[in-house]
């Protein structure tokens, strides 16, 4: 709910009240303005009193990303993938994988193409799981 003097979100799990907080973001960055005082200064208008209930029509909204081909990106790339992910509510990021593992006992598989080990797969599962993104 958004009134004149303050804006108040509920939720039921914590997921909820982290896309709640998307949808706010997204009427702030929708009625922002430029300030004047450079581009990357916006000053944020007044919010139009609203109340919104909001759920997802479909469990599983999400992204399948071939990391196999061409160039294969950085894990810093896919941790800010999974972010923006989440910004439109995305839950989901489906990595495909050929030679782009580093295998332990195969180093071979995956030598001199940007390949991520299982420790960058598990460092990117924590952040999606920050952003409500399952990996």
């Not at 950085?74 to 800010?80: D, E, G, P, S």
């Amino acid at each position: 709910t958004v009134a004149p003097t303050r804006v108040t979100l509920y939720a039921d799990a914590p997921a909820g009240l982290f896309y709640a907080v998307q949808t706010l973001r997204q009427l702030i960055r929708l009625h922002s303005q430029t300030s004047g005082a450079g581009p990357d200064a916006p000053r944020v208008g007044p919010l139009p009193a609203m109340a919104i209930r909001d759920w997802p029509t479909m469990p599983y909204r999400g992204l399948m990303l071939d990391i196999s081909r061409r160039k294969v990106p950085t894990l810093a790339t896919l941790k800010q993938l999974a972010a923006e992910l989440s910004h439109y509510k995305l839950n989901v990021l489906q990595l495909y994988t050929e030679h782009t593992f580093q295998f332990p006992r195969h180093p071979k598989i995956g030598a001199g193409c940007g390949s991520l080990s299982s420790q960058d797969i598990l460092e990117l599962d924590g952040v999606c799981r920050q952003h409500h993104v399952e990996l």
